[in-house]
């Protein structure tokens, strides 16, 4: 990823488009399913790939799509039989394909994501140039899509439409899409990239295949951000696989925004309860406060959430998590909560600070003041 690439919305922060990512490491389930179903004939026109966010699943997509788009298809068995069936999603990446999707210039695919924010073309494409997105994919982004229907149609190739993501379709655009599927146009796999299936209709979900992508595993954690070019420290390697529940996307989070060491202030405050250590407490709320440090607040709250979670659960199985996030955190979260009746007070007081930080969030209540009642209200857990 180059400084002067414009934004966009389905990219992560600090890591290569998934268009662009070679490899997919901890999904060759998926990748299997979808091979079985193409080599036998029958491929479904639409699919649901679904999971944890940062697991992989739009470069699952992008993969498939590089695969439809460069294997022609089948013409009977020839002089010498039929040719074995494809073992892998692999295209090289010098494949004129693989080229022209990096640069989003393929005919046969098309890409259905956020566009800018504003009512007229001209605003929306000022508006993504300066990474300002709509909260939804519109009916706006589904009329474009319904040109590149049209106009291709009579080309005979195959095409791929990859929806990142489906989450995000608002009425109109989600009733386009659930048309399409069910009325599919020809040579056409709709690829929908979805986080939150429970969120997208009925309908919708009833007429896809599902490829169902799984958290990673230490090993495929490590493989996956080596790609992403992250530069993990050998004594980051448990936290961040703690911390990230097997999400690249989250472990990349937290490495762009020191996650790992705001992890440990948290820490290091509610291991001073119960005279809570309040030049600490000031200290991170000083560090969530200002312009620019939005991110670090949503972390923040994002970060609090998991490590009273982790507490609960250290006094609700009698023991803490096989993995520790931080130096000395067993030990900690030992103390803190120690059997099943702090684990519930925790639960309850821990709910009870985080909605009450968050909807203070949502009206811009100040951050400082906002960080500092949050700690206020977990002290009272012990």
């Not at 068995?77 to 990446?93: C, N, Q, R, V």
């Not at 979805?194 to 169902?212: F, M, V």
């Not at 989070?253 to 405050?269: H, K, P, V």
């Amino acid at each position: 990823m180059t400084d002067d690439r414009l934004p966009e919305p389905d990219r992560a922060p600090g890591a290569p488009h998934p268009r662009e990512t070679e490899a997919l490491f901890g999904q060759a389930q998926a990748e299997q399913a979808f091979l079985t179903a193409y080599s036998s004939g029958r491929l479904h026109h639409g699919w649901l790939i679904t999971g944890p966010q940062g697991v992989g699943k739009a470069t699952l997509a992008w993969r498939i799509a590089r695969f439809l788009l460069a294997t022609p298809p089948e013409t009977g068995d020839g002089l010498f039989g039929a040719p074995p069936p494809p073992e892998t999603l692999d295209i090289s990446p010098d494949h004129p394909v693989a080229h022209r999707l990096r640069a989003l210039s393929d005919p046969g695919l098309f890409l259905l994501r956020r566009g800018g924010m504003g009512s007229s073309d001209r605003d929306r494409e000022k508006a993504a140039a300066e990474g300002r997105f709509s909260a939804n994919i519109r009916v706006d982004e589904i009329r474009e899509l319904s040109g590149f229907l049209h106009l291709s149609s009579a080309d005979g190739g195959r095409r791929v439409v990859i929806v990142d993501a489906a989450d995000e379709l608002n009425v109109q655009a989600a009733n386009a899409i659930l048309k399409m599927l069910e009325e599919p146009p020809a040579r056409t796999t709709l690829l929908l990239i979805c986080h939150q299936p429970a969120r997208l209709l009925p309908t919708i979900r009833s007429r896809c295949r599902e490829l169902r992508c799984a958290p990673l595993d230490p090993d495929h954690m490590a493989q996956a951000l080596a790609q992403a070019e992250a530069h993990v420290r050998p004594d980051e390697a448990e936290a961040l696989t703690a911390l990230a529940a097997g999400s690249v996307g989250a472990a990349l989070r937290l490495l762009n925004l020191d996650g790992l060491a705001l992890y440990r202030d948290l820490l290091a405050i509610l291991a001073s309860l119960p005279a809570l250590d309040r030049t600490r407490v000031l200290q991170l709320a000083d560090s969530c406060a200002g312009r620019g440090k939005e991110d670090r607040l949503d972390l923040a709250l994002t970060l609090t959430d998991q490590l009273t979670a982790r507490l609960a659960r250290t006094g609700a199985l009698g023991q803490p998590p096989d993995r520790q996030a931080a130096e000395g955190e067993a030990q900690i979260l030992s103390r803190l909560c120690p059997d099943a009746a702090s684990a519930r007070r925790w639960a309850d007081i821990a709910q009870t600070a985080t909605d009450r930080a968050r909807k203070a969030r949502a009206v811009n209540v100040d951050p400082a003041m906002l960080v500092t009642d949050m700690m206020l209200q977990l002290q009272r857990a012990i």
